[in-house]
């Protein structure tokens, strides 16, 4: 179903900022997400609240961001924009203690509750099921495909997940016997690593180095049903699908707790990520940055309206070229499917 198209004027969008940076960065991005942003501004969307979901916020987290939306949307005065952000911020923190304004945050970890909150405030799921994967037993892709999103809509099927779910098929052999178990995987972003041994990467070979196999032992061994014990195994995740909106997270935090500050160049245009399913095309529209180090800093953003690029900050606000989009402070990439 498709809705309204809302307007993202800059008038009203340069007031989306707060103290706490990761949330104004963040929201910023959400709201150049145009399949989102029709449906949280829209009038129809109150309709789809799911107050009785135990797993959501009995619609609080959506009652503020439809505000924000809309207010947005209408370009309202500066006050009524800062006052639904704070309306935004106190309801998060309610349901959320760690993103109060006295606690730090990261961008990620705010996204995310985000998204899943408001994804289970507008689940269409009134009686959740329950439904779990067979291993694929050789069976095709786009059968364990099929098979996961039937399962995975046993308990989830939402306006939020139906544009950023993706999948991704997850494919671990034992070291013992061999034996390799493959399922399909479902997530609302995409994190890729990045070569620590260099000071310029490519997103692609980001993406490389997502899809290369990574070892299960110690702690995190594998439990092999054929073996019946935990063992070493070696996993792989390849993406099957990619949804209509598509974030990708660069994992800047290390172990050490030291942020890997390569400068990753991503598309702007014309990204086409590989996968093992339906392809797709993308055309960039935000960037949420981080400045600072693994354990603090400040947020920003990157977003395209119908003008162009422009760069938003806490205490700044200009236009941007395509030419400057890429910097070692990329955080967070949000690609639209063309």
Not at 10 to 39: D, E, I, M
Not at 177 to 206: A, H, Q, W
Not at 218 to 224: K, P, Q, T
Request: hydrophobic content about 35%; some cysteine.
């Amino acid at each position: 179903m498709s809705y309204p198209e809302s307007q993202l004027p800059l008038s009203a969008l340069r007031h989306v900022r707060t103290r706490q940076t990761y949330l104004g960065a963040v929201v910023q991005c959400l709201l150049g997400a145009k399949p989102l942003h029709n449906f949280f501004a829209s009038q129809e969307s109150a309709n789809a609240v799911n107050r009785a979901n135990v797993l959501g916020t009995g619609g609080e987290i959506f009652d503020a961001y439809h505000k924000l939306s809309q207010v947005v949307a209408n370009d309202e005065p500066e006050l009524s924009v800062i006052d639904a952000v704070d309306n935004l911020a106190r309801t998060v923190a309610n349901h959320a203690p760690q993103f109060r304004p006295t606690q730090a945050a990261d961008a990620c970890e705010f996204l995310l509750f985000l998204l899943d909150a408001l994804h289970e405030d507008v689940n269409r799921v009134l009686k959740k099921g329950y439904g779990a994967q067979e291993a694929s037993n050789g069976r095709p892709d786009d059968e364990l495909a099929a098979e996961a999103m039937q399962i995975y809509r046993l308990r989830n099927d939402s306006y939020v997940s139906d544009q950023i779910l993706g999948l991704f098929k997850s494919s671990v052999t034992c070291s013992q016997c061999n034996r390799r178990t493959e399922l399909m995987e479902t997530s609302f972003y995409t994190d890729v690593g990045i070569p620590r041994d260099s000071t310029e990467t490519t997103l692609e070979k980001c993406l490389e180095l997502h899809t290369s196999p990574r070892e299960l032992s110690g702690d995190n061994a594998y439990f092999c049903t054929s073996c019946l014990g935990h063992v070493t195994a070696h996993r792989v995740s390849t993406p099957y699908s990619y949804p209509e909106v598509l974030i990708i997270l660069l994992k800047r935090a290390s172990l050490t707790g030291v942020k890997n500050s390569t400068r990753v160049e991503f598309p702007i245009k014309d990204f086409s990520p590989p996968c093992s399913g339906p392809k797709s095309t993308y055309d960039l529209f935000a960037v949420c940055n981080h400045v600072g180090s693994a354990q603090s800093g400040t947020n920003s953003s990157f977003v395209k309206l119908s003008d162009g690029w422009h760069s938003l900050s806490w205490t700044d606000v200009s236009p941007i070229s395509e030419d400057k989009l890429v910097t070692p402070d990329a955080y967070l990439l949000f690609y639209i499917k063309k």
